[in-house]
């Protein structure tokens, strides 16, 4: 099973709203990574897990805040977002993450962030 | 500084054509790896290709064939007989091996080749 699931697949909320995002992956990998996509942009790094700690934070603001349970799951908790968050929320993970790292990524579906 | 450039922002055949995606590359690690991905209107980045730079074969799947040329810093991405189904976005991207304020492992990006087969 080469899959990494992302839900929900849209998700449109106001400024004021808290949200979460849930990312699965049952593949063993021990490395999970939450990147946002805007349209016509590549994916931009915002989060990397590896065996369950929060290894990497690219200066992402507090609004954003992740959240790993277990070397499974995923989650990104939002909270007082802006319009300019909206984009595609992309979850991927790896057999493993850090030093001599080679392994490819394998992505989910995404979640597509409307902030009104 | 590492960098991925794709150079090409949009490409349009027609389907049966054969078409070349560019990718180069720099790097200041010795020890890194290429990857390709696709990702079609549906959003979801798919897997194509990994290789590393020790290993200089290109390497043939179906209709897709990657070229690897580290004395040009290239990986360029090539589909035989193009088909509709091909059109997406495709990303060529770097991790590097050595670790750079907590970087090793991370994937940098190229801006992504739009393909659009048209039958």
């Known amino acids: 099973d080469t899959e990494v699931t992302q839900t929900p697949k849209h998700l449109v909320m106001g400024m004021t709203n808290k949200k979460s995002l849930k990312c699965e992956q049952h593949?063993?990998?021990?490395?999970m990574y939450w990147y946002k996509q805007k349209a016509k942009k590549p994916p931009e790094l915002m989060f990397v897990?590896?065996?369950?700690?929060?290894?990497i934070n690219e200066s992402v603001p507090s609004r954003f805040s992740p959240e790993c349970p277990n070397s499974s799951l995923l989650n990104l908790h939002l909270h007082a977002l802006q319009p300019e968050d909206s984009a595609l929320y992309l979850c991927a993970s790896s057999q493993e993450g850090g030093t001599g790292t080679y392994n490819e990524q394998f992505f989910g579906p995404g979640t597509r962030l409307t902030v009104l | 500084a590492q960098k991925v450039t794709q150079a090409q922002t949009e490409i349009s055949v027609v389907e049966k054509e054969d078409v070349t995606l560019d990718c180069v590359y720099e790097?200041?690690?010795?020890?890194?790896?290429l990857f390709w991905y696709k990702q079609p209107p549906s959003g979801e980045l798919v897997f194509l290709i990994r290789?590393?730079?020790?290993?200089?074969q290109n390497e043939i799947s179906g209709r897709y064939s990657w070229n690897f040329q580290k004395s040009t810093s290239s990986f360029n991405f090539t589909i035989t007989a193009s088909q509709v189904v091909d059109s997406a976005v495709y990303f060529c991207a770097l991790s590097e091996a050595e670790d750079y304020g907590g970087s090793q492992g991370n994937l940098i990006f190229g801006k992504g080749t739009k393909l659009s087969v048209k039958p």
């Open positions: 897990y590896s065996y369950e700690k929060l290894s």
């Open positions: 790097t200041r690690d010795t020890t890194y790896y």
């Open positions: 290789r590393n730079s020790f290993d200089e």
């Open positions: 593949m063993g990998h021990r490395a």
